[in-house]
Protein backbone atom coordinates (compact mmCIF):
# COMPACT_ATOMS: atom_id res chain seq x y z
CA UNK A 1 0.00 0.00 0.00
CA UNK A 2 1.25 3.55 -0.95
CA UNK A 3 1.45 5.95 1.58
CA UNK A 4 1.99 9.51 0.76
CA UNK A 5 2.54 12.11 3.46
CA UNK A 6 2.03 16.35 2.48
CA UNK A 7 4.00 19.61 4.45
CA UNK A 8 5.01 22.86 3.70
CA UNK A 9 1.78 24.43 3.90
CA UNK A 10 1.44 28.25 5.70
CA UNK A 11 0.18 31.50 5.75
CA UNK A 12 1.91 33.94 3.50
CA UNK A 13 1.27 37.20 1.46
CA UNK A 14 0.32 37.50 -2.11
CA UNK A 15 3.03 37.17 -4.62
CA UNK A 16 4.93 34.86 -2.04
CA UNK A 17 6.16 31.71 -2.69
CA UNK A 18 5.40 28.34 -1.17
CA UNK A 19 7.06 24.68 -1.71
CA UNK A 20 4.84 21.41 -0.79
CA UNK A 21 6.72 18.56 -0.34
CA UNK A 22 5.01 14.77 -0.81
CA UNK A 23 6.98 11.99 0.40
CA UNK A 24 6.14 8.89 -1.28
CA UNK A 25 6.58 5.32 0.42
CA UNK A 26 5.27 1.47 0.50
CA UNK A 27 7.11 -0.18 -2.38
CA UNK A 28 10.36 -0.67 -3.79
CA UNK A 29 9.93 1.65 -6.83
CA UNK A 30 7.59 3.99 -8.29
CA UNK A 31 8.73 4.20 -11.77
CA UNK A 32 5.44 3.58 -13.36
CA UNK A 33 3.39 5.95 -11.30
CA UNK A 34 1.94 9.07 -11.31
CA UNK A 35 1.99 11.75 -9.06
CA UNK A 36 -1.22 14.24 -8.80
CA UNK A 37 -1.77 17.26 -6.77
CA UNK A 38 -4.95 18.72 -5.72
CA UNK A 39 -6.57 21.08 -3.86
CA UNK A 40 -9.91 21.91 -2.08
CA UNK A 41 -11.55 24.57 -0.59
CA UNK A 42 -14.90 24.48 1.69
CA UNK A 43 -17.73 23.34 -0.57
CA UNK A 44 -16.25 22.83 -3.23
CA UNK A 45 -14.98 19.92 -5.23
CA UNK A 46 -11.27 18.94 -5.17
CA UNK A 47 -9.53 20.14 -8.71
CA UNK A 48 -6.00 19.42 -10.66
CA UNK A 49 -3.19 21.46 -9.75
CA UNK A 50 -0.40 19.40 -11.35
CA UNK A 51 0.94 16.12 -11.78
CA UNK A 52 4.19 13.81 -13.17
CA UNK A 53 5.42 11.05 -14.10
CA UNK A 54 7.81 9.61 -11.11
CA UNK A 55 9.92 8.01 -14.74
CA UNK A 56 10.35 11.17 -16.48
CA UNK A 57 9.66 14.81 -16.53
CA UNK A 58 6.05 14.35 -18.72
CA UNK A 59 3.94 16.74 -16.04
CA UNK A 60 0.85 18.00 -16.76
CA UNK A 61 -0.59 21.40 -14.94
CA UNK A 62 -3.90 23.26 -14.74
CA UNK A 63 -4.49 26.77 -16.85
CA UNK A 64 -4.60 28.24 -13.17
CA UNK A 65 -1.11 27.23 -12.22
CA UNK A 66 0.55 26.97 -15.46
CA UNK A 67 3.13 29.36 -15.21
CA UNK A 68 3.40 30.15 -11.26
CA UNK A 69 3.72 26.28 -10.27
CA UNK A 70 6.43 23.81 -11.10
CA UNK A 71 6.04 19.99 -10.18
CA UNK A 72 9.01 18.35 -9.58
CA UNK A 73 10.50 15.07 -7.93
CA UNK A 74 13.60 13.92 -6.23
CA UNK A 75 14.38 10.21 -6.43
CA UNK A 76 16.84 9.53 -3.68
CA UNK A 77 14.35 11.48 -1.47
CA UNK A 78 11.50 9.60 -2.62
CA UNK A 79 9.41 12.95 -2.74
CA UNK A 80 7.70 15.25 -5.17
CA UNK A 81 7.21 18.78 -4.90
CA UNK A 82 5.21 21.88 -5.61
CA UNK A 83 7.14 24.82 -6.58
CA UNK A 84 4.23 27.75 -5.98
CA UNK A 85 5.17 31.34 -7.14
CA UNK A 86 3.29 34.46 -7.77
CA UNK A 87 0.87 33.11 -5.37
CA UNK A 88 -3.03 34.71 -5.20
CA UNK A 89 -5.54 34.61 -2.88
CA UNK A 90 -7.45 32.53 -5.02
CA UNK A 91 -4.79 30.09 -4.25
CA UNK A 92 -5.86 29.03 -0.82
CA UNK A 93 -6.70 25.42 0.21
CA UNK A 94 -6.27 22.00 1.15
CA UNK A 95 -3.58 20.56 -1.06
CA UNK A 96 -3.19 17.06 -1.49
CA UNK A 97 -0.93 14.92 -3.34
CA UNK A 98 -1.97 11.69 -4.93
CA UNK A 99 -0.60 8.64 -6.43
CA UNK A 100 -2.24 5.86 -9.56
CA UNK A 101 -0.14 3.12 -10.85
CA UNK A 102 -0.57 4.36 -14.41
CA UNK A 103 1.61 6.13 -17.30
CA UNK A 104 -1.35 8.33 -18.02
CA UNK A 105 -0.90 11.91 -16.14
CA UNK A 106 -4.63 12.12 -15.39
CA UNK A 107 -6.22 14.94 -14.01
CA UNK A 108 -9.37 13.32 -12.54
CA UNK A 109 -9.41 12.94 -9.14
CA UNK A 110 -11.32 9.24 -9.31
CA UNK A 111 -8.46 8.37 -11.30
CA UNK A 112 -6.04 8.25 -8.04
CA UNK A 113 -5.88 5.39 -5.85
CA UNK A 114 -3.92 6.68 -2.75
CA UNK A 115 -4.20 10.01 -0.94
CA UNK A 116 -2.42 12.16 1.39
CA UNK A 117 -4.34 13.88 4.60
CA UNK A 118 -3.37 17.68 3.07
CA UNK A 119 -1.66 20.86 4.01
CA UNK A 120 -3.26 23.91 4.15
CA UNK A 121 -2.18 26.90 2.13
CA UNK A 122 -3.39 29.76 3.13
CA UNK A 123 -2.50 33.45 0.93
CA UNK A 124 -3.76 36.72 1.98
CA UNK A 125 -3.89 39.59 -0.09
Known amino acids: QVQLVESGGGLVQAGDSLRLSCVVS?????????IGWFRQTPGKEREFVACKRWGDDSANYADSVRGRFTISRDYAKNTVYLQMNSLKPEDTAVYYC?????????????????WGQGTQVTVSS
Open 26 to 34: GRSSFSNFV
Open 98 to 114: ASVRTAFLHTAPSNYDY
